[in-house]
């Protein structure tokens, strides 16, 4: 499965802005900016990033919980990326995955398995060489 993302970049890494387009035209010449905060509307990568994994881990969770007999009925994750500047560059250093679920018939031990499991399969998870935590709350 192959997806598609396409950015036209104009200015330097400190003022410069770009528009971001995917191919689903979920974002349509999206606004995207570089290291300086901007007045307008618009993202950035790490905000995409933050995104992407929560989106990936809570369908990885939906999974996980199905496989293990669970239908939630609301899987609520933020996601909350640190990027610091190393030697190296700025680097993502961690992710903070933030998860509150209702899952009826599911006790907290079949909960925090299945978002266990879910945060090690998740395949942003994997593609991201930083330290991420969970907090993971079953709600009744």
Partial sequence: MRRKASVVWQGDF?????LITTESSALSEAHYFG?????TKGTNAG???????????????????????????RI??????????LATGW?????????AAQVPNAKQGDFIKAALNAKIHCTVS?????NISMNARLIP
């Fill in 126 to 130: 994997r593609l991201l060489n930083a």
């Fill in 91 to 99: 680097t993502i250093t961690s992710i903070e995955l933030d998860v």
């Fill in 14 to 18: 400190e003022n410069g802005r770009g």
């Fill in 76 to 85: 609520s994750t933020t996601a909350i990326l640190t990027s610091e500047q």
């Fill in 47 to 73: 905000e995409l990033i933050a995104a992407a994994h929560a989106a990936c881990f809570s369908m990885s969770l939906a999974n996980h919980l199905g496989n293990a007999g669970f239908t939630a009925n």
């Fill in 35 to 39: 290291a300086r905060a901007q007045r």
